[in-house]
């Protein structure tokens, strides 16, 4: 039954292929996160619409409705979206359910080929089942969790002096997350120009996957995995092996003792206020931002700087990113398709990456020039030698509502130590891959 | 001793009571007066320490609730040309430019469509049931009154799965005529039981005197109970708008854009890096000012809307 | 009489709508005025109530239309009834249940007893009064996240001007105790004026003859009170508690507008645990018998609720 379908949507995409033509201008909407990178895709789009005469209409939904919103709409099998920027997360669910259209015979056909992308984002934002040729979106924006901070305060000869007494090293962008956390505890609540200030903004958002992608930061390079073996889950002794249990604990401390007052339910959005306000000598974000921070009137230019996510025992970054795919109960298929070609050139690409957007084209990353083409390029390629995902099974949602709510319970709410946090979350896990017929 | 008369209240009591209830009304309008004036704040003012009860007014907020806007580079804004408009001037004083107007409108709208149509379709189809239970034998009376009452029972998110997966399978899904079939559907009780009511109290004689005077039972129906129910049948359909106009469950799990409506959409207004504060109040100003003026001109029948005609006064 | 309303309606095709239905007799007029209603409800209340029963038995998961649907029995009942979350809801609920419904009972009566005291002006203050409940939860509620601020909020910094507190040294919102009573002083703030209206309609349905009679008898202010004043208004309240409450377990919009159910699961009250595991979780199966477990809790006690109110009202 499956089979039959899948076969169905490939020989539609295949039947569609042959009828691109510029014969119809059709009226496209874009569905993605509101957020600086789309601003820069409205601006992008611009020259497909000249060059297609189809128009481009957008919906844009802030990050923390926009899972709920666009899973929902592609559930209700809606036709909103006829192109969706999605979370690399649902590929897994856009792809079995049938919510996206496959794209591999339209790649051959257009002569786009996956080896013009950097493998990581392939693997991370296209592939479905994972690392197999079967491609269900193009990557668009590739992303990692990254840091940035008040470059201004560090080089104060005050501060500098006061951290060196303490801790006598010399004050620098952190290169472990032990230090990471000794230095937003010396901000902590520190006076600077007649302000009293605060360590880090990091995520602990509830609602949509905030924490999860915050805590993960830290877990990942003190040793936390999803599985012991890849593809088994098997997920006893990694889930809660003591590394993990360590990287968690790790982060409520941070979040207890180095975060400002009332932080409780933040992410993108409130780590950016805190920033742009000065409470924060530090904050975590998406390197989406970066363009944005950097470009800040108030906060940017020589006072702000930039660091990967610091390793420990390993370095990690946790991943971001968008792959763009053309949705399944979209009419207007064939314009969708049109603008992922027009998206894919090399020409195209150089320009996304110009006007904001992390361009995941190869021509574009392996540019000698690029590692100095912002002061957080380099960054950028370091975080994605490193990233690693949440899972992205169809039951993402539900992998992920379980960690939101056991992760949320134990460090903002309080409740229980970081070893039962991590054993309910796979006893939740559990039930989920049981209910898929997985265990 | 008779100072204490509880049918007479002394001069004394009546001040004591009337500065109590002016004191509750005061700070329970609070909140309300600081949404109207965020709306007004700049955004500087909107998060100042201590709160600003006096500022220099701004349409800061109602140019940014109507419009998307991107922060540009000061070279690019120097390249520009001056701005046409007011509004365009205030957006460059934040050194951004316009890109478009944003969605509130269109979700507004569709408030209004989704409110109006629901309401008109619950009131009329309200509005004959109400008459042939107020009027008629009808079989299974109270049990079907005590059915269409115990439909409000069910949690909105309960009712919605059932719904959304009907809505589904109909290509409903986001859509005006599915949001107003859904709305109707949970108002027309409230409808029936306010007009039951309100129709129960229009004397039987007048019908009978129109009757004997060779009116049809329809034509007495619409000569005769209509006009003389149409205060009831105002007021009713004001309630059902406000419902309709208020409601947030099904509106943020049915629909995602064609149909979505302001409360889903409201909370989710943000500014270009952070959340935009006055124009989230401006949003939510426009949006309740009509219900205050509703809820003024139906003072009257307040308490019957809201017991479902249990309680009139 | 014996062809249906249907029948005739066919039949009958002239010009006029009124001529039409002129030769109609009572009985259907009755069926066509009752019909379209009862049909709606039908379609899009009583044909999803069984749908939800049928799916409550399955695992059915909405977002996977292609995996296979098998009836599992009982099994999502006695998921939800041994899942020691959802008694917490349970708890969480029952907690904004009981100090909304005391708050709101104790100041929405005592406002109505003061606002009966007649003094002048008092229609229009109590028009003033009753504005914050007919206002959309949702967008309220989205706009006390900012009055419970720390540092800029109206609330907090209302109460460190009551109390001396420094605003920023507590967060209504985030903080795992004071969570619970950030979203009970929403509601008590939006909706005293329900019971307040009801218990001034109770107050005002008292003739006064009754309190002439007493004061005839000397009895005390107080003795008043508590033998003509309470009894009499007590079916009124009770109705305005039984509205509340029946709004109150259903309550979905103010609080996910507000905590969103957090800090971790504190208020997460069952609208939202269900909310969660139906449209986030999309176990839709499991969620039908939540839905299903929450009715027949809320239709039980509601009338339980009634009869005991029935009682009141014959004394």
């Known amino acids: ?439 | 001793m008779s100072s204490y008369s509880i049918t007479e209240p002394s001069t004394p009591q009546k001040w004591f009571a009337g500065t109590l209830v002016v004191a509750y009304a005061i700070i329970t309008l609070l909140p309300l007066v600081w949404i109207i004036t965020t709306g007004f704040k700049s955004p500087v003012d909107a998060i100042a320490y201590p709160p600003k009860v006096l500022f220099e007014p701004s349409l800061e907020g109602y140019v940014n609730l109507f419009t998307t806007r991107t922060r540009v580079s000061p070279e690019t804004l120097e390249a520009l040309p001056p701005p046409e408009s007011w509004y365009e001037e205030i957006v460059r004083n934040r050194d951004m430019v316009i890109a478009g107007p944003s969605r509130y409108g269109e979700r507004f709208l569709n408030s209004v469509i989704i409110g109006f149509g629901s309401t008109f379709l619950s009131v009329f189809l309200g509005t004959l049931a109400a008459y042939a239970f107020s009027r008629f034998k009808v079989p299974l009376k109270d049990d079907l009154l005590f059915f269409i009452l115990s439909t409000r029972m069910m949690p909105p998110i309960a009712v919605a799965i059932p719904i959304f997966l009907m809505f589904r399978t109909l290509g409903l899904s986001d859509t005006h005529l599915g949001m107003i079939l859904l709305y109707t559907a949970v108002n027309i009780s409230l409808a029936v039981w306010l007009l039951k009511g309100f129709i129960d109290e229009i004397p039987r004689e007048y019908e009978e005197a129109a009757l004997i005077d060779g009116y049809t039972r329809f034509q007495a129906f619409y000569k005769v109970v209509l006009p003389q129910a149409a205060t009831g049948i105002a007021s009713t359909a004001i309630f059902c708008l406000i419902f309709s106009w208020n409601e947030y469950a099904f509106a943020v799990l049915l629909t995602s854009g064609t149909a979505q409506t302001a409360p889903p959409f409201i909370p989710t207004i943000i500014g270009v890096g952070g959340q935009d504060w006055p124009a989230v109040a401006a949003g939510a100003t426009l949006f309740l000012v009509p219900v205050m003026v509703f809820t003024i001109l139906l003072r009257k029948h307040l308490l019957r809307g809201i017991t479902f005609g249990a309680v009139r006064k | 009489m014996s062809d249906t309303p249907f029948d005739r309606a066919a039949k009958a095709t002239p010009p006029t709508v009124a001529s039409k239905i002129r030769g109609l007799s009572d009985r259907a007029i009755a069926w066509i005025f009752v019909l379209p209603t009862i049909f709606l409800l039908l379609a899009v209340n009583i044909f999803p109530l069984i749908w939800t029963i049928n799916l409550s038995f399955t695992n059915f998961r909405a977002n996977r239309p292609n995996r296979e649907v098998e009836y599992i029995g009982f099994r999502n009942y006695e998921r939800i009834l041994t899942d020691s979350d959802i008694w917490l809801t349970m708890q969480a609920t029952a907690h904004f249940l009981f100090w909304t419904i005391f708050f709101q009972v104790l100041i929405g009566f005592t406002l109505a007893w003061l606002i009966n005291r007649k003094f002048r002006g008092n229609d229009l203050w109590t028009t003033l009064i009753v504005l914050p409940m007919m206002l959309s939860p949702a967008v309220v509620g989205n706009f006390w996240t900012f009055l419970y601020q720390p540092q800029i909020g109206l609330f907090n910094y209302g109460i460190s001007f009551l109390t001396g507190v420094d605003p920023s040294s507590f967060q209504m919102i985030g903080d795992v105790t004071l969570a619970p009573w950030s979203i009970v002083i929403v509601d008590t703030w939006m909706w005293t004026p329900f019971v307040m209206l009801i218990c001034l309609a109770g107050l005002r349905s008292i003739p006064d003859y009754i309190y002439e009679a007493a004061e005839i008898d000397r009895a005390s202010q107080w003795r008043q009170f508590w033998t003509i004043t309470i009894p009499m208004v007590l079916p009124f309240l009770m109705l305005a508690v039984l509205f509340r409450g029946i709004e109150n377990f259903k309550m979905f919009d103010l609080v996910v507008q507000l905590t969103g159910g957090g800090p971790g699961s504190i208020t997460e009250l069952t609208s939202i645990n269900l909310k969660r595991e139906a449209f986030e979780k999309w176990r839709t199966g499991y969620a039908s018998a939540y839905a299903i477990i929450l009715f027949v809790t809320v239709f039980g006690l509601a009338s339980i609720y009634v009869k005991a109110l029935n009682k009141v009202k014959e004394r």
């Open chain 1, 1 to 439: 039954m499956k089979t039959a379908k899948l076969l169905a949507a490939t020989a539609l995409v295949a039947a569609s292929g042959l009828t691109v033509t510029h014969a119809q201008a059709d009226e496209l909407t874009l569905c993605w996160a509101a957020w600086d990178p789309a601003n820069a895709l409205v601006e992008l789009s611009k020259e497909f619409e000249a060059q297609s005469g189809h128009t481009m209409k957008f919906e844009f939904v802030p990050w923390p409705n926009f899972a709920d919103r666009m899973l929902n709409e592609l559930n209700s099998g809606g036709k909103l979206c006829d192109l969706l920027i999605g979370d690399s997360q649902w590929i897994g669910g856009g792809a079995e359910n049938g919510h996206y259209v496959k794209l591999n015979d339209f790649f051959d056909k257009e002569g786009i080929s996956m080896d013009d992308f950097a493998p990581a984002t392939v693997y991370a934002y296209s592939t479905w089942p994972k690392g197999t040729p079967n491609y269900y979106a193009l990557p668009a924006m590739g992303d990692a969790n990254g840091w940035f901070y008040r470059k201004d305060w560090f080089e104060k000869p005050e501060i500098q002096e006061a951290f060196k007494a303490e801790h006598g090293r010399d004050l620098a962008p952190p290169k472990t997350q032990m230090e990471l956390l000794e230095i937003a505890q010396f901000f902590q609540e520190r006076e600077i120009d007649g302000q009293k200030r605060y360590g880090a903004a990091i995520f602990t958002e509830r609602g949509s996957e905030g924490i999860t992608m915050g805590a993960t930061s830290s877990m990942y390079p003190f040793g936390f995995k999803y599985e012991m073996t890849p593809g088994k889950y098997d997920m006893e002794g990694a889930v809660n092996s003591p590394e993990a249990v360590a990287g968690l604990e790790f982060y409520k401390e941070l979040y207890q003792t180095a975060t400002p007052p009332g932080y409780t339910d933040s992410y993108m959005e409130q780590s950016l206020d805190a920033f742009k306000s000065g409470q924060v000598a530090m904050a975590m974000n998406w390197f989406a931002f970066f363009p944005g921070l950097y470009a800040d009137p108030d906060t940017g230019g020589d006072k702000i700087g930039f660091f990967v996510n610091p390793g420990q025992a390993k370095e990690a970054s946790t991943l971001g990113g968008q792959g763009i795919s053309v949705v399944a109960y979209s009419d207007k298929q064939d314009a969708a398709l049109e603008y992922i070609k027009w998206f894919a050139q090399p020409s195209v690409q150089k320009k996304w990456w110009d006007l904001g957007g992390y361009s995941c084209h190869v021509s574009v990353l392996n540019d000698p020039g690029f590692a100095d083409s912002a002061p957080f390029a380099s960054d950028f390629l370091l975080a994605m030698d490193g990233v690693m995902d949440f899972w992205q099974e169809p039951a993402y949602a539900e992998l992920l509502l379980a960690m939101q709510k056991r992760l949320h319970d134990y460090v903002v709410a309080d409740q229980g130590t970081a070893k039962e946090a991590l054993d309910k979350l796979i006893e939740d896990w559990t039930e989920t891959f049981e209910d898929e017929g997985k265990l």
